[in-house]
């Protein structure tokens, strides 16, 4: 009874009032929460969370997981290894736009219909429903991956062409449950992970299974090879046309080195041997031969149509 008094006492007090209030302000702010193994029985404070991305709430009591509606931002939601038997409306799902990994295993969902409310989230990659007794049910992993279309992975396997193409019959490699398509995205949590971490392990997760689909898809290799071929088909032209341009180039520059250098010669040789020369005329001229030849090596197309008549070497190569 005194501790009840006392409660109330401090509850209506106006400062509890006002420290409550920080409380929840500082809770919009935060990104990343981590409760394993603490017996918590609800979420009702995470309501206020709008900017979370990552959730692990696993091994504990939940049973009610409408408090995340708000936290639409939510990237990875870990409530394994807790009593929830039924999940949210579509409404709720579709909320969570960013959602990409979802770890349900180990709780008691038993009916497929209602866990086809997944279907609603836009983003969902990869999610593991093992341990529960829906999973033991006949067609749960076919309803699963053709109801959530974004899906690709379910209980430590990447989803095969096999399971989203009807009667398609594949070699070994390929087929459903293979060992090339085994991956394990949900291990064991590490003690003391940082945000920094969960944000890690979410890219190398979603881009492992991105690899695997990658290698193990006949549709995907398929598409690879036409892409491929579309986009060499495509450049053909312009790669014949470069081949053209640069053994016209190379063809020019010879001609022009084997011309200009048959005018040095005759430029060293009036230089030395005729006295009467005009020595500084010369030289300026030559200097101005040599600043246009690199001018034309920089561009060769506008000097084709150019005409001077201080410069034979140009002359003659029109």
């Known amino acids: ?64 997981i409408s408090p995340l509606q708000s936290c639409i931002k939510l990237v990875k939601l870990d409530l394994h290894g807790n009593q929830v038997k039924s999940l949210p409306d579509t409404k709720f799902w579709s909320g969570l736009k960013k959602l990409q990994l979802l770890y349900l295993h180990d709780n008691g969902f038993a009916k497929l219909r209602n866990i086809c409310m997944l279907s609603a989230c836009p983003s969902l990659i990869a999610l593991t429903m093992f341990d529960c007794p829906v999973s033991l049910k006949k067609g749960y992993r076919h309803v699963l991956v053709n109801s959530i279309w974004t899906l690709k992975a379910l209980d430590h396997h990447v989803i095969s062409d096999e399971e989203i193409i009807q009667n398609w019959h594949l070699p070994e490699r390929f087929k459903t449950y ?37 290698h193990n898809s006949p549709v995907l290799i398929v598409q690879r090879w036409i892409r491929g071929f579309l986009v060499r088909k495509s450049l053909s032209s312009l790669f014949l046309y470069k081949k053209h341009q640069e053994k016209f180039i190379n063809e020019y520059e010879t001609k022009q080195i084997y011309i200009h250098k048959r005018y040095e010669d005759k430029f060293f040789k009036d230089l030395f041997f005729q006295p009467e020369t005009n020595i500084t005329g010369k030289l300026a001229r030559w200097k101005h031969i040599r600043s246009l030849k690199m001018k034309l090596k920089m561009n060769w197309m506008p000097v084709l149509g150019y005409q001077c008549s201080n410069c034979p070497f140009i002359l003659q190569i029109r």
Request: proline fraction near 1%.
């Open 178 to 214: 293979n060992h090339r398509l085994f991956f394990n995205f949900c291990p064991a949590l590490k003690k003391g992970s940082t945000y920094e971490d969960e944000i890690n392990n979410i890219k190398y997760v979603i881009s492992k299974i991105n690899e695997i689909m990658a």
């Open 1 to 64: 009874m005194f501790h009840g008094t006392v409660t109330k006492e401090l509850t209506s007090h106006e400062e509890w009032s006002h420290y409550n209030e920080n409380i929840i302000e500082d809770q919009k702010d935060f990104v990343f929460m981590k409760f394993s193994g603490l017996h918590l029985k609800s979420m009702e404070n995470l309501r206020s969370c709008i900017s979370l991305r990552v959730c692990i709430f696993s091994n504990n009591f939940i049973t009610d």
